[in-house]
């Protein structure tokens, strides 16, 4: 169930399933920053403001999950949570107003996009239905993280009454009938203070979770998989400088890894 793709220079350029035993899968599906070697020369975009709108740190958060996929390869070649026609930014509309080719990507190279969307597609698939026939049901925590300073590095920050510091999106769901799994893990959460301070876990504020992943979850397991959008405001890293704060990390990630065993709990219960 261990998948590693690499392109002609050794890049890694595809995604890694680790897989454990467990019906909780936590997954990074915008950690990733490499671009195929094709890609590369077209994108114009600095590094910089393509790693800002990435999800850098994210793989860091689930490393205690029992079933980690990690996704390497960047949103800006293939955004693996757009829907296909979708996943490859032609317009800067599609990605913050940014401007992200020189010229726009020739057939050939979107083609591969979406086939490498379709891929992902498929192995996720038979992933969480080998999960669905061992455990009965299973839940995938969506891990991504987003800006809240993007009017500059000395500009106000995001009011937090808009802006918390972990958004739980629930959009796609059965709300109903998964209430027990979505109430247990924010609660979870909730009960962890950061930095000394409690943490402001809200539901469907500053984004619904209305990607891709989820719905396709959803769509596919609608009575066995609950797929939660979990973004982490940038409060663990200098979101224009790039740089981490480990300390943030790891209480953030040990915050995240206390939910498995009370989501395992909460999916044992559900008969």
Known sequence: MDKLTTDSDSSPAGWTIKPGESPVVGTAIHNGTDLGRACRPLICLADANRRREEDPFTERFIADFPTQIIVHRSRFQVDLNRAREAAVYLAPEQSWGLRVWREQPSEEI?????????????????VLGEIEKRYGRFVLVDVHSYNHRRDGPEAMAASQREAPDINIGTFSMDRERWAPVVEAFIETLRSHPFNGKPIDVRENVSFQGKGEQTRFVHANFPNTGCAIAVEFKKVFMDEWSGEPNQAAIDQLRAMLASTVPVLEAVLRGMG
């Open 110 to 126: 979107v083609t591969e996009a979406r086939a490498f969307h379709d891929a992902y597609y498929g192995e996720l698939k038979r």
